[in-house]
């Protein structure tokens, strides 16, 4: 039977789609933690109180891309280079969705807009963040490789979608309201596409190292496509609400220590 939990089971008991798996998981938070440090770097002076919750984002991020690794190394396996195609966060940044690396790279303060921009996007990829992780400690929290670090990451994802609510929502209440729903509602509509060609190229690459059959290929390929046209109807709407979460202040203190993996 095909299943969710099945076809992750496949590719982690196979070293090769686990190299990619995790490579790509690396690479992309890895990504993420330059973004926050930059960020964070260049808040505006109205908003330093933000800045520390950015740098312990960024440091959530980066210890998530060395856990990646450390998973790799404890198997024996050297990372790959992630192909292009399933770079999610430079597709969404040619989306023009969140801030441009061009931008980050400068010294120009950022203005309280850039905050608004990077929490609205922040908001939309944490949540599909969130359940990724969700799902792979539904299956796999007990697993004796890779059981620690899915609860490690998926305990700091929803931290992180707990904080951009809260966040958004007091710029909300500070007049930002329909800034904020508009930006989102863009974040998320280039998000669910860019996902949907994401999900397609990794399931292409799985299905060569894995040597898929053309069939179970193309009902793989189906599933991802209705996943979008879900998305694509009603599905984006719960990465644009906001809600206060219970985790109150949930990046204002240090990142917690990181665990040994390798």
């Known amino acids: ?11 982690l008991d196979n070293d090769e789609s686990y190299r990619l798996f995790c490579s790509i998981a690396a690479s992309g938070e890895a ?18 109180d933000l ?18 690794n450390a998973l790799l190394k404890k198997r024996g396996l050297p990372p790959v280079e992630v192909p292009p195609e399933t770079d999610y966060t430079m597709l969404l940044e040619q989306q023009g969705i969140g801030l441009a690396h061009s931008r980050l790279r400068g010294e120009e303060r950022l203005t309280e807009r850039d ?6 996007h922040s908001r939309v990829t944490e949540q599909r963040a969130s359940e990724q992780m969700r799902l792979l400690r ?19 994802e929803d931290n992180h979608l707990a904080y951009c609510h809260e966040e958004l929502l007091r710029l909300a209440r500070a007049g930002h309201g329909r800034t904020i729903q508009r930006i989102m509602r863009e974040c998320a509509l280039a998000e669910i596409r860019v996902y949907r060609d994401v999900s397609l190229a990794v399931m292409a690459n ?7 059959s053309r ?10 496509h209705a996943v979008y046209a879900y998305e694509r109807l009603v599905g984006w709407r719960r ?24």
């Open 1 to 11: 039977m095909l299943s969710a939990q099945t076809l992750f089971q496949e590719i």
């Open 51 to 68: 800045a520390p919750k950015i740098v312990r984002h960024g440091a959530d991020e980066d210890k998530h891309g060395r856990i990646f």
């Open 138 to 156: 539904r299956y796999f929290a007990d697993h004796p490789d890779i059981g620690r670090a899915v609860k490690m990451i998926s305990h700091d």
């Open 239 to 262: 990465m644009v609400s906001l809600e206060m979460p219970v985790r109150r202040d949930a990046l204002g203190s240090p990142a917690a220590p990181e665990h040994e993996y390798a």
């Open 115 to 120: 905050i608004i921009t990077y929490l609205a």
């Open 206 to 212: 799985m299905g060569r190292v894995l040597g898929w």
């Open 215 to 224: 069939p179970r290929a193309a009902v793989l390929a189906a599933g991802i």
């Open 31 to 48: 990504q993420g933690g330059w973004e926050n440090a930059r960020i964070a770097a260049l808040v505006p002076e109205d908003s330093r």
